[in-house]
């Protein structure tokens, strides 16, 4: 089946720094990326949208400069939270839905912790 | 923007019994797609099953079966012979078909089940 891979599935950063989280779809072309954070025990909520070739969409509320998405080719999206802190500390999924389906498939997740 | 509801926040069964999870939805589409997703505690979203909302015959993957009622807006989830392997977190989420917010998956807040042996 479709699967998307999501690197590093843990990563802890000191306060300030930058971070980068990668999804890449191994057997099928992503024109479309979304981007989930997930608070503990809550649900998924959409920071964004990352479209290929062109400008990610990002939902109300969400800093555009803070969590930067780039999509460059069919098969990679990266969000790069940028001077991070702990309240950006939480658990980023991504997900795409392969050609011909209804359905989409998720990224194993990331879990970020800001010292 | 549609929106998902999920009333329950924890469910309990015990193993080899039958558990429905229940799911509301708001929308003025007519057609659209409506998913269970399960998130055991590795966090990973895996899909259990989908329901194309022009279809009227309920969807239905081995012990995982939907109750989709789609005038009164509910797309309920039935499991039977519960496994402990379900114990997960459920959540029920929704899918336009068209117009500014195609693609994106609109989630309830989650059903915890646990499966007690």
């Known amino acids: 089946g479709a699967v998307v891979s999501q690197h590093p599935s843990r990563v802890i950063c000191k306060s300030g720094t930058s971070v980068k989280i990668e999804c890449r779809s191994l057997?099928?072309?992503?024109?479309?990326m979304f981007w989930y954070r997930q608070f503990p025990k809550q649900s998924l909520m959409l920071m964004a949208t990352?479209?290929?070739?062109?400008?990610?969409?990002?939902e109300q509320g969400v800093e555009k400069d803070k969590f930067l998405i780039n999509h460059a080719s069919l098969t990679l999206s990266t969000l790069t939270v940028t001077s991070a802190h702990p309240e950006d500390s939480s658990f980023y999924i991504c997900s795409a839905r392969p050609p011909g389906s209804s359905g989409y498939t998720f990224g194993s997740g990331t879990r970020l912790t800001v010292v | 923007a549609q929106t998902v509801t999920q009333s329950q926040p924890e469910m309990s069964v015990q193993e080899a019994e039958t558990v429905t999870l229940s799911c509301t939805y708001d929308?003025?589409?007519?057609?659209?797609?409506l998913f269970w997703y399960k998130q055991p505690p590795s966090r990973q979203m895996i899909l259990v099953i989908r329901q194309e909302a022009y279809k009227q015959q309920n969807a239905t993957e081995n012990r995982f079966s939907v109750n989709f009622q789609k005038a009164a807006k509910s797309f309920s989830l039935k499991i039977s012979d519960s496994q402990l392997g379900d114990a997960a977190m459920y959540f029920c989420?929704?899918?336009?078909?068209?117009?500014?917010?195609?693609?994106?998956?609109?989630f309830g807040r989650g059903t915890q089940l646990t499966v007690w042996p």
């Open positions: 057997d099928f072309q992503a024109t479309t």
């Open positions: 929308t003025s589409e007519s057609d659209y797609y």
């Open positions: 990352s479209n290929e070739g062109s400008k990610a969409t990002y």
């Open positions: 989420a929704y899918r336009s078909v068209r117009g500014s917010t195609l693609g994106r998956l609109y």
